[in-house]
């Protein structure tokens, strides 16, 4: 018996490359039933043009596929995978593994962190001062969001044409039709949102969201539902509805400054870089003054997913001031919510969400800092410094090791920390909260040495941490960083390296730019006064990225070939980086703990620098951190800008005036 196998063609073989082929199949049989030179001659030139066209029209869809998805790291990292055979990807799920394995294994994973809190709960209970941090009223009653404002045609379109054409199971037509055809049904689409905001009310559909597994790591083991994460998917109308909500509360939280200072998840002009570099620059300024700093990396468990309903609208009324129909509207949208798992294209069957918020929506991760707006005021009352985004917390505090009761202050806030969030239903996971310590090698042993305990977590510090994405090694040299930065470029490199040949240069520019570049400039500001040798491994993988994107041989001088991309060599890519936080912050475009590290100099006489807008660089000597040293120039404070460029209208004139002053002096 013979089995005949149904081959997928590609999706770049059209109706024209077919008659192409059949043609030079048909000249190719002719040639070899007569063996006439004419013959042969017409078979060869057939098949150049076939192959001409073939090679032209796979260009052309990948260049389409590629413009299209550019904004999309994960869409073009499967598209190169494909392209090259490498099966290095993410792995799919196991088919062993039903969507039903999942919905159970989700549910029961909530439930048991649920009935571990509330084990817990009456040592909790306690700790009066916790809950009335957590209870406090911080809005004066004329100042509280009341109702919703309804929106305009205008303002839906514009939100609806920046919104990501995302389909979700549930929505009845492909995103992308809906947005091609809303000109012709604006009017009942603009009524569902109107209504839904003026009479604080959701609809049933826009709170049933499909669960899409997703593996946290893709070394994990995909046979094993505790490596999954839970990412709702919701439908596309009710994201818009969310969008136009979560417009509307920022701008209350911000026009009230509800916002707690040192949360920067989900924040405009806030990032985990402004994060870390200013969590960096405390630390290495804390060193530079023999002092040794901990740090403390707080993880929860499931966070997002044990959130309590009736203590998250408690804190939307008495901390945030919203009240009336806008806290109606809350209510809906926590109440009645089902999710389903789907995957291999069937679903499980519903469950009714009674606690938590999505992760996947727009609301959630607002909802969410909105929660933990209280965590602030208790860290605050033990003076310790702190940094949130989202659910990642991390405290950091300087101490001379000399000093008695050293620790005392940090134990007591994790104490009250772990208090305030079994109250409200979220787990502290102490198995995996980590601890760094920093500082001169001499007085992180010291410290060391009397094997201090933080309510629990024995204070072995560690080699290295990730924080927010970037690896911190104990001498802040971020020597890991690099090496993994350098390690992940050169794989996505080898992999375009495999294509370059079926791609134009623009679009192979795109792909080094998505896998490259990006990885480049993620927090390299944190590399500001760094070794040069750690700067040289990163300038290495971008003479290779130009290599391969230009097509020039390895030994060919690489200078001239950066010129003519304009692009900036590495070190002036991060002097770039600091140079626009300086003026983003110098221009009310950062966060406040950013702008705090700038002081303006003020000479004591009538000088002429007195009105170049310099800034104060404070005195700092050598920093020795786990024995070796090096010279560092505290993060954004560069006196290299005129007060005129300082003070340029917009971020858009300023940055391409800042490219140019910085290109000149690399290649000038």
Same mark, same amino acid.
């Given at each position: 018996?013979?089995?005949?196998?149904?081959?997928?063609?590609?999706?770049?073989?059209?109706?024209?490359?077919?008659?192409?082929?059949?043609?030079?199949?048909?000249?190719?049989?002719?040639?070899?039933?007569?063996?006439?030179?004419?013959?042969?001659?017409?078979?060869?030139?057939?098949?150049?043009?076939?192959?001409?066209?073939?090679?032209?029209?796979?260009?052309?869809?990948?260049?389409?596929?590629?413009?299209?998805?550019?904004?999309?790291?994960?869409?073009?990292?499967?598209?190169?995978?494909?392209?090259?055979?490498?099966?290095?990807?993410?792995?799919?799920?196991?088919?062993?593994?039903?969507?039903?394995?999942?919905?159970?294994?989700?549910?029961?994973?909530?439930?048991?962190?649920?009935?571990?809190?509330?084990?817990?709960?009456?040592?909790?209970?306690?700790?009066?001062?916790?809950?009335?941090?957590?209870?406090?009223?911080?809005?004066?009653?004329?100042?509280?969001?009341?109702?919703?404002?309804?929106?305009?045609?205008?303002?839906?379109?514009?939100?609806?044409?920046?919104?990501?054409?995302?389909?979700?199971?549930?929505?009845?037509?492909?995103?992308?039709?809906?947005?091609?055809?809303?000109?012709? !049904? &604006?009017?009942? *689409? @603009?009524?569902?949102?109107?209504?839904? +905001? %003026?009479?604080?009310? /959701?609809?049933? #559909?826009?709170?049933?969201?499909?669960?899409?597994?997703?593996?946290?790591?893709?070394?994990?083991?995909?046979?094993?539902?505790?490596?999954?994460?839970?990412?709702?998917?919701?439908?596309?109308?009710?994201?818009?509805?969310?969008?136009?909500?979560?417009?509307?509360?920022?701008?209350?939280?911000?026009?009230?400054?509800?916002?707690?200072?040192?949360?920067?998840?989900?924040?405009?002009?806030?990032?985990?870089?402004?994060?870390?570099?200013? !969590? &960096?620059?405390? *630390? @290495?300024?804390?060193?530079?003054?023999? +002092? %040794?700093?901990?740090? /403390?990396?707080? #993880?929860?468990?499931?966070?997002?997913?044990?959130?309590?309903?009736?203590?998250?609208?408690?804190?939307?009324?008495?901390?945030?001031?919203?009240?009336?129909?806008?806290?109606?509207?809350?209510?809906?949208?926590?109440?009645?919510?089902?999710?389903?798992?789907?995957?291999?294209?069937?679903?499980?069957?519903?469950?009714?969400?009674?606690?938590?918020?999505?992760?996947?929506?727009?609301?959630?991760?607002?909802?969410?800092?909105?929660?933990?707006?209280?965590?602030?005021?208790?860290?605050?009352?033990?003076?310790?410094?702190?940094?949130?985004?989202?659910?990642?917390?991390?405290?950091?505090?300087?101490?001379?090791?000399?000093?008695?009761?050293?620790?005392?202050?940090?134990?007591?806030?994790?104490?009250?920390?772990?208090?305030?969030?079994?109250?409200?239903?979220?787990?502290?996971?102490?198995?995996?909260?980590?601890?760094?310590?920093?500082?001169?090698?001499?007085?992180?042993?010291?410290?060391?040495?009397?094997?201090?305990?933080?309510?629990?977590?024995?204070?072995?510090?560690?080699?290295?941490?990730?924080?927010?994405?970037?690896?911190?090694?104990?001498?802040?040299?971020?020597?890991?960083?690099?090496?993994?930065?350098?390690?992940?470029?050169?794989?996505?490199?080898?992999?375009?390296?495999?294509?370059?040949?079926?791609?134009?240069?623009?679009?192979?520019?795109?792909?080094?730019?998505?896998?490259?570049?990006?990885?480049?400039?993620?927090?390299?500001?944190?590399?500001?006064?760094?070794?040069?040798?750690?700067?040289?491994?990163?300038?290495?993988?971008?003479?290779?990225?130009?290599?391969?994107?230009?097509?020039?041989?390895?030994?060919?001088?690489?200078?001239?070939?950066?010129?003519?991309?304009?692009?900036?060599?590495?070190?002036?890519?991060?002097?770039?980086?600091?140079?626009?936080?300086?003026?983003?912050?110098?221009?009310?475009?950062?966060?406040?703990?950013?702008?705090?590290?700038?002081?303006?100099?003020?000479?004591?006489?009538?000088?002429?620098?007195?009105?170049?807008?310099?800034?104060?660089?404070?005195?700092?000597?050598?920093?020795?951190?786990?024995?070796?040293?090096?010279?560092?120039?505290?993060?954004?404070?560069?006196?290299?800008?005129?007060?005129?460029?300082?003070?340029?209208?917009?971020?858009?004139?300023?940055?391409?005036?800042?490219?140019?002053?910085?290109?000149?002096?690399?290649?000038?």
């Amino acid at each position: 018996m013979k089995v005949i196998r149904d081959r997928k063609l590609a999706p770049w073989f059209n109706s024209h490359l077919r008659a192409l082929k059949q043609n030079s199949r048909k000249l190719e049989r002719t040639w070899r039933s007569t063996h006439h030179e004419e013959a042969y001659l017409s078979w060869k030139n057939s098949l150049v043009l076939y192959k001409n066209k073939l090679r032209q029209t796979r260009t052309a869809y990948f260049s389409a596929l590629i413009e299209e998805n550019k904004h999309n790291p994960k869409f073009l990292f499967s598209t190169v995978a494909k392209l090259t055979q490498n099966h290095s990807s993410e792995p799919s799920i196991p088919l062993a593994l039903s969507s039903n394995d999942f919905m159970g294994f989700f549910t029961s994973k909530i439930n048991s962190i649920r009935n571990k809190i509330f084990s817990i709960l009456p040592n909790a209970i306690s700790s009066s001062s916790v809950s009335e941090a957590a209870s406090e009223v911080t809005v004066e009653p004329h100042l509280c969001l009341n109702r919703f404002d309804p929106v305009e045609l205008s303002e839906l379109s514009k939100i609806l044409a920046s919104s990501k054409p995302s389909t979700c199971i549930l929505d009845p037509i492909p995103t992308k039709l809906f947005k091609d055809a809303f000109p012709l !049904v &604006t009017a009942p *689409i @603009l009524d569902i949102i109107n209504l839904s +905001l %003026v009479n604080g009310y /959701v609809p049933q #559909d826009f709170k049933v969201a499909v669960i899409k597994p997703s593996l946290k790591k893709p070394s994990l083991d995909p046979d094993d539902p505790m490596n999954y994460r839970p990412i709702s998917n919701l439908p596309f109308l009710s994201k818009v509805l969310e969008k136009i909500v979560a417009i509307q509360v920022c701008e209350h939280l911000n026009t009230n400054a509800l916002f707690e200072e040192f949360q920067s998840g989900f924040r405009e002009y806030h990032s985990t870089e402004t994060v870390l570099v200013r !969590v &960096t620059n405390d *630390i @290495l300024m804390a060193s530079d003054k023999n +002092l %040794v700093s901990v740090l /403390v990396l707080l #993880d929860l468990s499931a966070a997002f997913d044990t959130v309590d309903h009736n203590v998250l609208l408690e804190r939307l009324e008495h901390v945030v001031g919203i009240k009336g129909t806008a806290l109606g509207w809350f209510k809906s949208y926590l109440s009645d919510r089902f999710h389903f798992v789907n995957v291999h294209d069937k679903s499980s069957s519903y469950s009714r969400v009674t606690c938590g918020v999505p992760q996947g929506s727009v609301l959630g991760p607002i909802l969410f800092t909105i929660y933990m707006l209280p965590i602030g005021k208790i860290i605050r009352q033990h003076g310790i410094n702190f940094h949130c985004y989202a659910d990642d917390t991390q405290l950091y505090l300087s101490i001379n090791p000399d000093e008695p009761n050293r620790l005392g202050r940090l134990q007591a806030c994790l104490e009250d920390i772990k208090n305030w969030m079994t109250l409200n239903f979220l787990l502290l996971n102490q198995d995996k909260t980590e601890v760094l310590i920093f500082g001169p090698e001499i007085q992180k042993r010291k410290l060391l040495s009397q094997s201090p305990d933080l309510n629990g977590i024995t204070l072995i510090s560690e080699n290295k941490v990730r924080n927010l994405g970037v690896i911190f090694d104990q001498d802040m040299s971020f020597k890991s960083q690099v090496s993994q930065v350098c390690r992940i470029s050169f794989f996505h490199l080898r992999n375009i390296a495999k294509i370059r040949s079926i791609l134009s240069r623009s679009d192979a520019e795109k792909l080094v730019h998505a896998f490259i570049t990006s990885r480049l400039d993620y927090c390299n500001s944190l590399l500001s006064g760094s070794p040069q040798n750690v700067v040289k491994s990163l300038q290495l993988v971008q003479n290779a990225a130009a290599r391969v994107l230009m097509r020039i041989k390895k030994r060919d001088h690489i200078s001239p070939v950066l010129a003519s991309l304009h692009w900036l060599p590495v070190k002036f890519r991060i002097d770039f980086k600091i140079l626009l936080l300086t003026y983003k912050a110098l221009n009310n475009q950062g966060p406040s703990y950013i702008s705090d590290l700038i002081v303006p100099y003020v000479p004591n006489r009538a000088l002429r620098s007195q009105t170049a807008g310099l800034l104060v660089v404070p005195r700092i000597s050598k920093i020795r951190m786990g024995g070796r040293s090096f010279s560092y120039q505290a993060p954004l404070l560069w006196n290299q800008l005129p007060a005129l460029v300082r003070e340029a209208d917009t971020l858009s004139t300023f940055k391409p005036w800042l490219k140019t002053f910085l290109f000149d002096r690399a290649y000038g």
